[in-house]
């Protein structure tokens, strides 16, 4: 109980956390440009949605699949930034790491991708059959 008095850090206000994390995503945003990308397809995704009047079931879908590409992104330049900290140095395992990392993002957004067609191929060619 001491000790933790001892070294207790002062709480700040919640909203200050809100604002530190609206400056780490404001801050990513416009240094990495694959950050960007997915908020561009995120766009087009969230337009496309409301011309082809996706179902509420698949605005669920969309959404989590936006904020896990996107969290995955953050965590990823996150991860990155650490490495370049703690070994600014060539490194293989710190290459590795980075590299990993990317990877992840990858694989969600590949994915995201096939579930995004899933939802909007039939839809797309429901509408080029009208034509």
Same mark, same amino acid.
């Given at each position: +109980?001491?000790?933790?008095?001892?070294?207790?850090?002062?709480?700040?206000?919640?909203?200050?956390?809100?604002?530190?994390? @609206?400056?780490?995503?404001?801050?990513?945003?416009?240094?990495?440009?694959?950050?960007?990308?997915?908020?561009?397809? +995120?766009?087009?995704? *969230?337009?496309?949605?409301?011309?082809?009047?996706?179902?509420?079931?698949?605005?669920?879908?969309?959404?989590?699949?936006?904020?896990?590409?996107?969290?995955?992104?953050? +965590?990823?330049?996150?991860?990155?930034?650490?490495?370049?900290?703690?070994?600014?140095? *060539?490194?293989?395992?710190?290459? @590795?790491?980075?590299?990993?990392?990317?990877?992840?993002?990858?694989?969600?957004?590949?994915?995201?991708?096939?579930?995004?067609?899933? *939802?909007?191929?039939?839809? *797309?060619?429901?509408? @080029?059959?009208? @034509?």
């Amino acid at each position: +109980m001491i000790f933790r008095k001892k070294f207790k850090k002062k709480e700040e206000p919640l909203w200050k956390s809100f604002q530190y994390a @609206l400056e780490g995503l404001s801050c990513c945003l416009s240094s990495e440009r694959n950050l960007g990308i997915h908020f561009f397809v +995120m766009t087009l995704v *969230i337009i496309g949605g409301f011309l082809f009047q996706i179902t509420i079931a698949e605005w669920i879908i969309c959404l989590i699949l936006f904020s896990a590409v996107i969290s995955a992104e953050l +965590m990823n330049t996150a991860i990155e930034t650490t490495v370049d900290i703690c070994s600014p140095e *060539i490194n293989p395992k710190a290459k @590795l790491a980075k590299d990993t990392a990317a990877a992840a993002v990858l694989v969600l957004a590949f994915t995201s991708c096939v579930i995004g067609l899933f *939802i909007f191929v039939p839809r *797309i060619y429901e509408f @080029l059959e009208r @034509l």
